[in-house]
Nanobody, 114 residues
Framework: QVQLVESGGGLVQPGGSLRLSCKAS????????MGWYRQAPGKERELVAT???????NYADSGKGRFTISRDNAWNTVYLQMNSLKPEDTAVYYC????????WGQGTQVTVSS
């Protein structure tokens, strides 16, 4: 089993930045892809960004040019740097890790509002 703990969410004004972190623990060997999804109230969970063990990244159109995903394999941590935040980025952000199955974190709330 892999446990994932997110941190870094909060309230930010439009145009601001946040950096989310997600640390994996437990049976962390052979974790392959990691990434982030988000879910806004009344909407389905949607992909934000993914990153392979080797560092190859993929972004949803909504975050291209504003979000950057990275990972530190030594610390089993994945990050999401979010810049130029918009009110429509408001959601609960969930990280995941793939290792013979997908594991999810508990989510962290991001609210973009003036």
């Amino acid at each position: 089993q892999v446990q994932l703990v997110e941190s870094g969410g909060g309230l930010v004004q439009p145009g601001g930045s946040l950096r989310l972190s997600c640390k994996a623990s437990g049976s962390i060997f052979s974790i392959n892809d990691m990434g982030w999804y988000r879910q806004a109230p009344g909407k389905e969970r949607e992909l934000v960004a993914t990153i392979t063990f080797g560092g190859r990244t993929n972004y949803a159109d909504s975050g291209k040019g504003r979000f950057t995903i990275s990972r530190d394999n030594a610390w089993n941590t994945v990050y999401l740097q979010m810049n130029s935040l918009k009110p429509e980025d408001t959601a609960v952000y969930y990280c995941y890790a793939d290792q013979r199955g997908r594991f999810w974190g508990q989510g962290t709330q991001v609210t973009v509002s003036s």
